[in-house]
C-alpha cells in the first residue's frame, strides 16, 4: 500500500527562519547545475529538505549536490531502499540521501535510519521530509520546488529556498540567484 501523498507547504517549519530565495530553473540540467552550486554552501552537518510534487527535480538536485560534493556513486533516487550513503571521494562529507515519501509516521519511523548518527559528519537530503524530520535539526535548509501540473512537458521549475537556524543566517544563500 502507498503512503498518502504528503501536502507541499509553503511556509517553513516554525523555528527561526531566515534569508528565502527564490529562483526559475528552466530544465533538468540548470536543476542538477543548482545542486553542483549549493553543495559549495554545504558542509558536515547539514540538513537540507526537498518537497516538491512528483517529478518535480528532487532527485535530479540531489545528483547535482552529489556532483558537486564529489561522492562516489550514481545518485537515484532511494524510493525503494528509503536511504542511500554516497562517501566522499575527497575530504569533503558524505552524502546520505534519504526518500521519506513512503514513510507515514514522523520522526518515529525514521530513527531506524540513524539519520541523527550521520547528521554530524554528513550532508543529509531528505526528500519528502516535511513533517518527519525536523526535529533532527534546528539548523536546516528548507527547498520546496514547484512545477507545473497536468498534462505538460514543462519543464520550468519555482525553486524556493529558505535557510532556517542560526547556521543559515550567514549562508549566502543569494548568491545561487547570481
Same mark, same amino acid.
Request: no cysteine; charged share 25%.
Given at each position: 500500500?502507498?503512503?498518502?501523498?504528503?501536502?507541499?507547504?509553503?511556509?517553513?517549519?516554525?523555528?527561526?527562519?531566515? &534569508?528565502?530565495?527564490? %529562483?526559475?530553473?528552466?530544465?533538468?540540467?540548470?536543476?542538477?547545475?543548482?545542486? #553542483?552550486?549549493?553543495? !559549495?554552501?554545504?558542509?558536515?552537518?547539514?540538513?537540507?529538505?526537498?518537497? *516538491? &510534487?512528483?517529478?518535480? @527535480? !528532487?532527485?535530479?538536485? =540531489? #545528483?547535482?549536490?552529489?556532483?558537486? %560534493?564529489?561522492?562516489?556513486?550514481?545518485? =537515484?533516487?532511494?524510493?525503494?531502499? /528509503?536511504?542511500?550513503?554516497?562517501?566522499?571521494?575527497?575530504? *569533503?562529507?558524505?552524502?546520505?540521501?534519504?526518500?521519506?515519501?513512503?514513510?507515514? @509516521?514522523? %520522526?518515529?519511523?525514521?530513527?531506524?535510519?540513524?539519520?541523527?548518527?550521520?547528521?554530524?559528519?554528513?550532508?543529509?537530503?531528505?526528500?519528502?521530509?516535511?513533517?518527519?524530520?525536523?526535529?533532527?535539526?534546528?539548523?536546516? %535548509?528548507?527547498?520546496? /520546488?514547484?512545477?507545473? =501540473? *497536468?498534462?505538460?512537458?514543462?519543464?520550468?521549475?519555482?525553486?524556493?529556498?529558505?535557510? /532556517?537556524?542560526?547556521?543559515?543566517?550567514?549562508?549566502?544563500?543569494?548568491?545561487?540567484?547570481?
Amino acid at each position: 500500500m502507498e503512503a498518502p501523498h504528503p501536502q507541499l507547504s509553503d511556509a517553513p517549519s516554525p523555528a527561526v527562519p531566515g &534569508e528565502t530565495v527564490r %529562483l526559475t530553473v528552466n530544465s533538468p540540467e540548470q536543476m542538477r547545475e543548482l545542486g #553542483r552550486s549549493l553543495a !559549495k554552501l554545504l558542509r558536515p552537518g547539514d540538513l537540507v529538505m526537498l518537497n *516538491g &510534487e512528483l517529478g518535480a @527535480g !528532487k532527485t535530479t538536485l =540531489t #545528483r547535482g549536490l552529489g556532483e558537486g %560534493l564529489d561522492v562516489r556513486g550514481a545518485v =537515484t533516487s532511494p524510493t525503494f531502499v /528509503i536511504a542511500r550513503v554516497h562517501p566522499a571521494l575527497g575530504d *569533503g562529507p558524505p552524502l546520505v540521501h534519504v526518500d521519506a515519501y513512503r514513510l507515514g @509516521g514522523g %520522526l518515529d519511523e525514521m530513527e531506524d535510519l540513524d539519520l541523527d548518527v550521520s547528521l554530524p559528519d554528513s550532508v543529509i537530503v531528505v526528500e519528502w521530509g516535511e513533517g518527519k524530520v525536523e526535529e533532527l535539526s534546528d539548523d536546516r %535548509l528548507h527547498v520546496v /520546488i514547484h512545477r507545473a =501540473t *497536468g498534462d505538460t512537458d514543462d519543464d520550468v521549475r519555482q525553486v524556493r529556498l529558505t535557510g /532556517i537556524g542560526e547556521r543559515w543566517r550567514t549562508a549566502d544563500l543569494a548568491a545561487l540567484a547570481a
